[in-house]
């Protein structure tokens, strides 16, 4: 008697799915260098960068890792300052219209208009990438921490004052666990973002890191090298991405479906 295979679920599908995806525009690249006879200085074959990292990894490991710890603590900081700053806006109303405009300002500003800045004051190096991808990925979380705490329903904080909580045992025990699905759903974008505010300062004013390599390299007309340098970033990404999810996943499963109760 034969026995049914059982079927793949949906999210070993989609993670198939998506490495079929990526590998189909590797190769569509690739052909269509070939076919159009694009010249590698114009944009290098897949099969040429690949080579390039696997040639120059030696080389590169180092400015990756530079990279990779200069967007951590920027990271770090720019969450930390978020979440506090956050708090404060989204518990409080006077707050809230008092910060918020100011927030919303800053954010309009070039984060490539203050690196220069951040190097007056710091010289050139780590702190100013680190506070450069610091203030890039704040914004994001403070606005999504101050839109769940915000969030709370008035009954439900009425009840709880009724019952002698004080205003800050709302927030910690009610406010903050509420507005834990905002926050995740901002390290998300924050996370890319802190990758884009190292990479900018390190073109500007450093002399180690994934972004120094990559304008030296385009200086050289390496741009094999300048490619590799975006696969690695592309990668570091896509893991911190996968690791904010993974958290995600265990702490707010409470506030989403599981993805095998959606029918397709």
Sequence with gaps: MKTASPRLSRQTRQRLMSGLAIAAMFLLWELACVAFNISGLVLPRPSAV????????????????????????????????????????GASRLAYDVAYPILVGFSSIPKVAVVPIFVVWF?????????????????????NVATGL???????QDVLKVLGARKLDILWNVGLPRALPYLFASLKIAITLAFVGTVLAETIAANKGIGNVMIIASGNFDVPLVFAGLFILAAMGVVLYVVSSLI?????????????????
């Design 248 to 264: 995600e996943q265990r702490v707010t499963g409470w506030a989403t479906r599981s993805n095998e109760a959606i029918t397709t």
């Design 50 to 89: 690949f080579t390039t990292l696997l040639l120059k990894m030696p080389l590169l490991w180092p400015h990756a890792l530079q990279t990779l710890y200069t967007t951590l603590v920027g990271f770090a900081l720019g969450v930390l300052g978020g979440v506090l700053l956050g708090m404060l806006i």
């Design 123 to 143: 010289g050139a190096g780590t702190v100013p990438a680190v506070l450069t991808s610091m203030v890039i990925c704040m914004f994001p979380v403070v606005v």
């Design 150 to 156: 915000a969030h709370t329903e008035p009954e439900l």
